[in-house]
């Protein structure tokens, strides 16, 4: 079986089962594990390089609200890696191509390849997922292997966060405009021994203000925004440190989003022990040192008393 994923979670899932060697093409922000990305990419963003928060946020919104699209897909190239198996997603309309023109152009291709959508929006459809792209690439037992052992790690947060004090948590996807973590993010935080004060389960993201946020008085901001990494995240927060100070939060916390928060693949699962170890760091987690080091950092916030 030939496999062409058009979504990096599902890239992930791939090789998480070890279909990894039947994957013969990826999307341009396929990047884990490493191996994905010498593959041949598929799929382009027309969005510019180079752009700030605000513009990014307002050239998606425009695109967006004139129904075109933010993805290119490579038909040619789609074409000549002749899959036998299509995977997507049709959660988000900003992190993959359209499912519909995925659809229209599997129809197409010579070699009629069968899509699937992945449809996560909590954590049990990931783990749903996990097992239905493990049913069609013919490993079931690698499937249910992978979702018992992430069902484990999941329990064990559970217990180690039993009994503790919940902070009041605010999981920011973007600062400008300040945006809300929805889907499966506000599970993680529970999990993880806290209590998301704006985020809603298994709901969509959603666009706030600043006057909110502070209403809702977070005693842990966790900056997470959609697609950076832990460096790009730490430079975000530091950019809008005079913002973020004024919401008073005890500790801000800059993370590797892009790792195990944006995608609904299998390392969300070490973003709740991320976050667990975050929020109760006396706490035994699986999740810790270097690893921890490399995947969060405490951002310093300028006084509100700074602001002009």
């Known amino acids: 079986m030939r496999i062409a994923s058009l979504v990096p979670s599902a890239t992930e899932m791939l090789f998480a089962l070890g279909l990894g060697d039947r994957v013969v093409a990826v999307t341009h922000e396929c990047d884990y594990p490493p191996a994905a990305g010498a593959l041949p990419h598929v799929t382009r963003s027309v969005i510019p390089a180079g752009l700030t928060a605000a513009e990014i946020d307002q050239a998606v919104r425009s695109r967006v ?104 948590v605010v999981a920011l996807e973007w600062l400008a405009p300040p945006m809300v973590g929805g889907h499966w993010v506000p599970e993680m935080v529970r999990i993880a021994g806290g209590t998301d004060v704006l985020g809603q389960p298994g709901a969509r993201s959603r666009t706030v203000s600043w006057d909110e946020v502070r209403a809702a008085r977070p005693e ?69 040192g270097q690893a921890m080091a490399e995947a969060a950092s405490a951002v310093p916030a300028a006084s509100p008393a700074s602001q002009g």
């Open 65 to 168: 609200a004139r129904g075109e699209a933010l993805y290119e897909l490579d038909v040619p190239r789609l074409t000549a890696a002749a899959p036998d198996l299509v995977a997507t997603q049709a959660v988000c309309e900003v992190c993959a191509v359209s499912y519909d023109d995925v659809v229209a152009v599997a129809a197409r291709l010579p070699s009629r390849p069968l899509v699937v959508s992945l449809h996560s929006a909590t954590l049990d459809d990931v783990l749903s997922d996990v097992t239905h792209l493990a049913e069609v690439g013919g490993v079931p037992e690698a499937g249910a292997a992978r979702v018992g052992d992430a069902r484990r790690r999941l329990e064990g947060v559970r217990r180690a966060v039993a009994g503790a004090e919940r902070p009041r």
């Open 220 to 288: 842990v901001v966790v900056v997470m925004p959609c697609g950076y990494d832990a460096g790009a995240a730490r430079r975000e927060a530091e950019a809008h440190s005079s913002t973020l100070g004024a919401l008073r939060a005890t500790t801000i916390y800059a993370v590797d989003a892009s790792s195990y928060f944006s995608r609904p693949g299998p390392r969300l699962v070490a973003g709740v022990e991320l976050l667990a170890g975050l929020f109760h760091p006396g706490r035994a987690l699986a999740l810790r």
